[in-house]
């Protein structure tokens, strides 16, 4: 089945220790992008990749981090989280072919940092 | 910068009432891509449709329909018939040539369709 996996689903975390957000696509899209959900202000893109060894920012970068080491896999990286990135997190991945297409979605993650 | 707006935070009807959920965008790129993403009650992110600026047809999809006018940058979307299972978030988005594929995502609009 084709699909975006991430893990994990929910996750409770104190300010300043590191945490990893793991994000796998079976479907050998080049595209991976990670969003942010804040009440009120829709979707925020963090960061995004169009292939492998290549990333770069999106709207709201800081205090994230990401890397792109195989194509299937995008993991977001927290060095030091704080309580204002406390939010719903969702990766997604497309192909890329003539722009942007359909972004597959994963089921989302709920962070808490307290 | 690319900024796409839904002023309505959340829309009311009863079911069978046709009703339309607006998006107006920005951009200084000739060659940019509109999307519509619905997001029902269970939090999953679903694609309904994606337009380049090229092609200024309006879509219908069953129930759905979509309004696309460069002249006032909006590209506005239509259910009719309104069903109580089209209860969901929608929110439409854009994405510029010249932004680094950047996507760009409206506040989102609370449809709530009820019985």
């Known amino acids: 089945e084709a699909q975006v996996t991430q893990n994990p689903r929910y996750l409770i975390t104190v300010t300043g220790k590191k945490l990893t957000v793991t994000c796998s696509q079976n479907?050998?899209?080049?595209?991976m992008s990670w969003y942010r959900q804040d009440p009120g202000l829709g979707l925020r893109q963090i960061y995004y990749s169009m292939n492998v060894e290549v990333t770069d920012k999106g709207d709201v970068p800081e205090g994230y981090k990401v890397s792109r080491k195989e194509k299937r896999n995008f993991p977001l990286i927290l060095e030091s989280p704080s309580p204002n990135q406390t939010s719903l997190y969702f990766c997604a991945s497309s192909l890329w072919a003539s722009g942007p297409n359909e972004q597959f979605f994963g089921p989302g993650t709920r962070l808490t940092v307290l | 910068a690319q900024k796409v707006t839904q002023a309505q935070t959340e829309i009311s009807v009863v079911e069978k009432e046709d009703v339309t959920l607006d998006c107006v965008y920005e951009t200084r790129d000739t060659t940019y891509y509109l999307f519509w993403y619905k997001q029902p009650p269970s939090g999953e992110l679903v694609f309904l449709i994606r337009?380049?600026?090229?092609?200024?047809q309006n879509e219908i999809s069953g129930r759905y329909s979509w309004n696309f006018q460069k002249s006032t940058s909006s590209f506005n979307f239509t259910i009719t018939a309104s069903q109580v299972v089209d209860s969901a978030v929608y929110f439409c988005?854009?994405?510029?040539?010249?932004?680094?594929?950047?996507?760009?995502f409206g506040g989102g609009t609370r449809l709530m369709v009820k019985p």
């Open positions: 337009r380049n600026s090229f092609d200024e």
């Open positions: 479907m050998n899209h080049e595209y």
């Open positions: 988005a854009l994405s510029e040539e010249n932004a680094g594929n950047m996507l760009t």
